[in-house]
């Protein structure tokens, strides 16, 4: 008798070992059949209630959501030739079905009816479903007759489609560079860490010396620490041409020029469709910011307020190297002269990293601010020895939660930093279910007997997404549409994020977690406060560069104009006239693997890395003036923001718990940069 399909069990949690990419389709289809036909019953509803219409199609959707999250994650995390092709054919299925529930007028109608019935007596986490749906019903579509409403769901198929493969395209050129090197000399300056790798590659591909990845820390690495200026330009220029049109004949196959100028007609189209000017205001529909112009107003005002302090960066960085800078030199120099002001360097922080260390730092940070303790679980299935799961415990003992942490880069695995859903909280007449997340990290894993050992950078990566992950285990919302993460603006999400990141930087902490990992010494006062002066090295270029790859992305969206088509280059060329102070090379193709706006969530929304940051940055000066681990304003923040998911405006969250709207100064003042 054949295995029950481990994604059709019902299980708490995956069964990573037993699923199989033959298992993934039969999955998905199964889910959507049985789907559907739980959609006919409730599109004939002859009663609409909240009870009998918005609550099935929660448990429907959470449903879906728990058999494709492992799928997905998997998909991200041991990629291979067949979970490629299965995941490929899921999309259209996918794609279809939400359409098909987003444009049924049947449904629409019925949650209409819900609320002119029932609205008074609804709670608010009620109503902000009710609201989301109606709103997101009128988006995909659900107005358009006969051919408009054809060509849309065409369209969404397409663009689903078209991020998958933009994707691949980043992976497959990042995995197919390699750098051979026969002497050693080339990689003075380079860890020890990264040069033992790069051994141990060259011996398993039957090669002699050192042979060199392009994955994300050996990157990083080689443009920040290696002495050869060639070494550099090679790895620069590989990284950020991946995808393009630059390199040989091979590569050229994984030129993502194409992709970008059809996802950006389709996007325009859909927009038009739906009865906005532009792709831009389409997604301001449903977002913190209210504009196109409040955008570029908050992107040039941030802008124009780093750019002197970017200048002088610049300045102080040519004249310490002795000669103008070209772009694959800034982050070697920039390294070094940090090293030279603050005697700190990432490499020699990272012997009093070890990741172990570090993560018991970030569990004490969260268990002393929020009251939760988090202990890891053996009994798991993970996808990859790498990884782990933890439970979260409130005060009281009672598990609230979980979380996954694969914290490593390897092959076939997306670079970056990530949160996603797991599980979704849900408290339903179906049933329960508590929130679940994946924390994924790229850091350099351990070699031999030295344990893995972080940057700086990986510390504050890492606070990072678990700031991400408390946004979605501490829910209350019971409804999962809007519980954790889901149905919050976009240019909000990331305030839970940015906001733990100041606890890398908090000296108490860096008191706990910076131990040398052979000695056992801890990280010496002076360095202490040396690496906290740092936070504001440099600050003018990276606000500046931020600024650049958002208002790249938002104009791109927003001035669209079918007639001339895309011109990506010659609108990033405005943009670098416009913000830049650093020359880029006319090969260089960020755009090509900028996955964040072609393949993420993030097109016309790249500024919400910035938006937030004010927000975050305002957060955190609460805890400032109430002291670092005040638990009435960690309470508060609990309670207004991280408890509320979407189903609390993001603007009147932020007003219960900071008092006021949000201010840009605490940002500013944060990085050093002068208003």
Not at 173 to 178: E, G, P, Q, V
């Given at each position: 008798m054949d295995q029950p399909n481990p994604l059709l069990r019902g299980l708490t949690l995956p069964a990573f070992s037993q699923i199989l990419p033959e298992h993934v389709l039969p999955a998905v289809q199964a889910l959507l059949a049985a789907n559907r036909a739980r959609l006919a019953e409730i599109e004939a509803e002859p009663n609409p209630t909240f009870a009998s219409v918005v609550e099935p199609l929660e448990d429907m959707d959470h449903s879906l959501t728990r058999g494709w999250s492992p799928i997905s994650h998997l998909y991200g995390v041991v990629n291979s030739e067949a979970l490629r092709e299965q995941y490929n054919a899921c999309l259209p299925l996918l794609s279809e079905y939400s359409t098909d529930v987003s444009q049924s007028r049947a449904l629409y109608k019925a949650y209409q009816t819900v609320v002119d019935k029932e609205g008074a007596k609804l709670s608010s986490a009620q109503r902000m479903v009710l609201d989301h749906a109606l709103r997101d019903f009128r988006l995909a579509g659900v107005g358009l007759e006969g051919p408009q409403q054809e060509r849309f769901k065409a369209i969404m198929l397409e663009l689903s489609s078209l991020g998958a493969k933009f994707e691949e395209n980043v992976l497959?050129?990042?995995?197919?560079?390699?750098?051979?090197?026969?002497?050693?000399?080339?990689?003075?300056?380079?860890?020890?860490?990264?040069?033992?790798?790069?051994?141990?590659?060259?011996?398993?591909?039957?090669?002699?010396?050192?042979?060199?990845?392009?994955?994300?820390?050996?990157?990083?690495?080689?443009?920040?620490?290696?002495?050869?200026?060639?070494?550099?330009?090679?790895?620069?220029?590989?990284?950020?041409?991946?995808?393009?049109?630059?390199?040989?004949?091979?590569?050229?196959?994984?030129?993502?020029?194409?992709?970008?100028?059809?996802?950006?007609?389709?996007?325009?189209?859909?927009?038009?469709?739906?009865?906005?000017?532009?792709?831009?205001?389409?997604?301001?529909?449903?977002?913190?910011?209210?504009?196109?112009?409040?955008?570029?107003?908050?992107?040039?005002?941030?802008?124009?307020?780093?750019?002197?302090?970017?200048?002088?960066?610049?300045?102080?960085?040519?004249?310490?190297?002795?000669?103008?800078?070209?772009?694959?030199?800034?982050?070697?120099?920039?390294?070094?002269?940090?090293?030279?002001?603050?005697?700190?360097?990432?490499?020699?922080?990272?012997?009093?990293?070890?990741?172990?260390?570090?993560?018991?730092?970030?569990?004490?940070?969260?268990?002393?601010?929020?009251?939760?303790?988090?202990?890891?679980?053996?009994?798991?299935?993970?996808?990859?020895?790498?990884?782990?799961?933890?439970?979260?415990?409130?005060?009281?003992?009672?598990?609230?939660?979980?979380?996954?942490?694969?914290?490593?880069?390897?092959?076939?695995?997306?670079?970056?930093?990530?949160?996603?859903?797991?599980?979704?909280?849900?408290?339903?007449?179906?049933?329960?279910?508590?929130?679940?997340?994946?924390?994924?990290?790229?850091?350099?894993?351990?070699?031999?007997?030295?344990?893995?050992?972080?940057?700086?950078?990986?510390?504050?990566?890492?606070?990072?997404?678990?700031?991400?992950?408390?946004?979605?285990?501490?829910?209350?919302?019971?409804?999962?549409?809007?519980a954790g993460t889901n149905g919050v603006a976009w240019d909000a999400i990331e305030l839970p994020s940015q906001f733990l990141e100041n606890y890398a930087w908090d000296p108490q902490v860096l008191a706990q977690i910076a131990v040398h990992h052979a000695t056992g010494e801890a990280l010496p006062a002076a360095k202490v406060a040396q690496l906290i002066r740092t936070r504001s090295f440099q600050a003018g270029l990276a606000t500046l560069r931020q600024c650049e790859f958002s208002l790249f992305d938002f104009r791109l969206h927003a001035e669209y104009d079918p007639a001339q088509g895309a011109q990506v280059r010659e609108l990033l060329a405005e943009v670098r006239a416009e913000v830049s102070v650093i020359a880029i090379p006319a090969w260089n193709r960020y755009p090509n693997n900028f996955s964040h706006i072609f393949a993420g969530g993030y097109a016309a929304g790249y500024y919400s890395y910035k938006w937030a940051e004010v927000l975050a940055a305002d957060a955190f000066a609460a805890f400032q003036e109430a002291g670092s681990f005040d638990q009435v304003t960690a309470q508060r923040f609990v309670d207004t923001i991280l408890s509320q998911g979407g189903a609390r405006d993001a603007l009147e969250a932020f007003v219960a718990f900071r008092g006021r709207e949000p201010d840009i100064e605490p940002l500013l003042k944060l990085h050093g940069i002068a208003a």
């Open positions: 497959d050129a990042t995995n197919d560079f390699s750098y051979a090197i026969a002497d050693v000399a080339q990689l003075d300056g380079l860890n020890p860490t990264i040069v033992a790798q790069a051994r141990e590659r060259a011996v398993a591909a039957g090669q002699s010396g050192w042979l060199l990845a392009l994955d994300q820390p050996t990157y990083v690495a080689v443009v920040t620490d290696a002495k050869s200026s060639a070494l550099r330009r090679t790895f620069y220029r590989a990284w950020s041409t991946r995808g393009s049109d630059q390199g040989t004949e091979a590569v050229a196959r994984w030129n993502n020029d194409p992709i970008m100028e059809q996802l950006l007609k389709l996007r325009h189209e859909l927009a038009l469709l739906l009865g906005f000017p532009n792709f831009a205001a389409y997604v301001l529909s449903t977002r913190m910011a209210k504009s196109v112009d409040e955008v570029l107003t908050f992107l040039r005002k941030m802008a124009a307020a780093a750019r002197p302090a970017a200048l002088r960066d610049i300045a102080e960085l040519e004249a310490f190297a002795g000669r103008k800078l070209d772009s694959w030199d800034i982050s070697y120099y920039s390294e070094r002269l940090q090293e030279a002001h603050y005697s700190v360097s990432q490499e020699e922080l990272r012997q009093y990293f070890p990741l172990s260390r570090v993560l018991d730092g970030v569990f004490d940070v969260i268990q002393r601010l929020f009251h939760v303790s988090i202990a890891v679980r053996d009994d798991v299935e993970v996808w990859h020895p790498d990884a782990r799961y933890y439970d979260l415990r409130n005060g009281d003992g009672q598990i609230i939660g979980g979380f996954y942490l694969d914290p490593y880069a390897r092959p076939n695995k997306r670079s970056g930093a990530w949160m996603d859903d797991c599980v979704t909280r849900k408290v339903t007449a179906s049933g329960n279910a508590l929130p679940v997340a994946y924390l994924v990290c790229n850091a350099l894993p351990g070699n031999g007997d030295k344990p893995a050992l972080l940057t700086h950078d990986d510390v504050v990566t890492l606070f990072h997404e678990f700031g991400h992950g408390l946004h979605h285990m501490l829910t209350r919302v019971d409804y999962p549409s809007v």
